[in-house]
């Protein structure tokens, strides 16, 4: 009755110890651990009172047929009735000794192969014994041993299936509230945890994002979560208000600026001025467009290309020497205007900050299937993306790399901004060998312009 409890909790506290599981299970396995511990303390406590109760009363009977025995004994009257033997070869030894020491004591033994409690004291110089049938109270301690064992395994699997259910809900309440943190990461701002239908009634959940104080320490991390996205998301629209605001109002007086730098006279000083006033231009429409992608008012506007032809165009347009090598091309479904200004930029950063070979490889059908998705690489052979930008992506007015030059950093930012308009999903990345690669991977076309191409 001890043994199999106590070794039932072993194997559940290994469990618990061993497994890298959810943290459902570790507190379903936690309680039931708990549950199986409280149970066999208290089966050893009951088993333990009720045998030695009953025990005890088998015992004291037993020991009044004794000295019912030792009374006919001292008057050499016939003990018929009792079951009283003197110096039975079968009595147990310790209890021969203690009678023999002139002491009385009762022991359970056998007696003919049957279970007996034997009660024995000195009866001149022999030993009187006398036995009692124990055989019905040793089965029936086992009946309630096994009682009290399967009543511990039902209530350890009730309390499991509890402590999982309750378990599983505040799991899936965590759960969600991860999934929300990793949208917001990903930029997703107006994602919220809120309440789900059941978590607010039975488990304390108040009223989702608002009301912490109503809920219970997952509904004040929920809500705190909530919380910190909205001030995040307020923050950061303020800043793409100023930017758009400041962008919008210096584009006026630089177009004038760059009119009346017209009229000066020709020479270096001219040259210079609107060289610099063009710079000024471009970083003022660059953010432009950047507080345009951050809004999220841009939409594609579709239409069919021949992919190696648009790539080359492109990249011809910027006058750069960069080579282009067509692996395969195909018909996509595109943004001429998009996919070119994406193109673009990642040739003009991969000469400003990177060194030569430029090259542009495009491959419509990759590993020759088709079907798969368009490929596009840029890379060049120079220090490569710094660590930050490859682990955080690119962060406007940040390009500080070593060795790549410096800049105001919005070239990779809104070739970003124009690959998420389009659905095309842009890595960046060393490559082998040393240099800087971006890999373009366009939506996969439709079956209509796979057919047609």
């Not at 088998?58 to 001292?74: G, N």
């Amino acid at each position: 009755m001890r043994g199999v409890p106590v070794r039932l909790v072993a194997l559940v506290r290994r469990a618990v110890r061993r497994a890298a599981v959810s943290l459902r299970w570790k507190i379903a396995l936690t309680v039931t651990a708990v549950c199986c511990a409280v149970a066999a303390v208290l089966g050893v406590l009951v088993h333990n009172a009720v045998a030695r109760q009953t025990v005890g009363q088998v015992r004291k009977e037993t020991r009044a047929d004794l000295d019912i025995a030792l009374d006919l004994f001292e008057y050499g009257t016939s003990g018929e009735g009792i079951n009283s033997v003197l110096d039975p070869p079968q009595l147990p030894e310790p209890l021969r000794k203690l009678a023999r020491s002139g002491q009385q004591g009762s022991m359970v033994g056998t007696y003919r192969g049957r279970p007996v409690m034997w009660a024995a004291a000195p009866a001149g110089d022999q030993v009187m014994a006398v036995w009692s049938p124990y055989g019905n109270t040793s089965r029936s301690l086992e009946k309630f041993d096994t009682a009290i064992l399967g009543s511990a395994v039902l209530a350890a699997v009730a309390v499991a299936l509890a402590g999982l259910f309750l378990a599983h809900r505040i799991s899936r309440r965590l759960t969600r509230t991860a999934a929300v943190a990793r949208r917001i990461t990903a930029g997703d701002l107006d994602a919220r945890v809120g309440t789900a239908p059941g978590d607010a009634a039975g488990e304390g959940g108040g009223s989702g994002g608002g009301g912490a104080g109503r809920g219970d320490e997952v509904a004040a991390v929920a809500a705190a979560l909530d919380s910190v996205a909205g001030s995040l998301q307020s923050r950061l629209q303020a800043e793409q208000r100023f930017t758009a605001d400041v962008a919008h109002e210096l584009r006026t007086p630089l177009t004038g600026i760059l009119a009346s730098a017209a009229l000066l006279p020709e020479g270096r000083p001219k040259e210079m001025i609107n060289d610099r006033l063009r710079a000024l231009h471009r970083l003022t429409e660059d953010l432009l467009e950047i507080s345009r992608l951050d809004s999220g008012a841009e939409h594609a506007d579709l239409d069919s290309y021949d992919l190696g032809t648009l790539v080359e165009r492109s990249v011809h347009a910027t006058g750069l020497d960069t080579e282009v090598r067509i692996v395969s091309s195909g018909v996509v479904e595109t943004d001429r205007r998009r996919l070119d200004r994406i193109l673009v930029n990642l040739v003009l950063n991969a000469h400003r900050h990177g060194r030569p070979p430029v090259q542009v490889t495009v491959d419509a059908a990759p590993g020759g299937v088709p079907g798969g998705a368009p490929r596009i690489e840029v890379r060049d052979h120079g220090p490569g993306y710094p660590e930050d930008l490859l682990h955080h992506g690119p962060r406007r007015f940040r390009t500080d790399a070593p060795g790549r030059g410096r800049g105001h950093g919005l070239g990779l930012t809104i070739a970003v901004g124009q690959a998420a308009v389009l659905g095309i999903d842009i890595r960046f990345s060393h490559a082998p060998g040393g240099g800087a690669r971006t890999v373009l991977r366009l939506p996969p076309p439709s079956p209509v312009h796979e057919h047609a191409s």
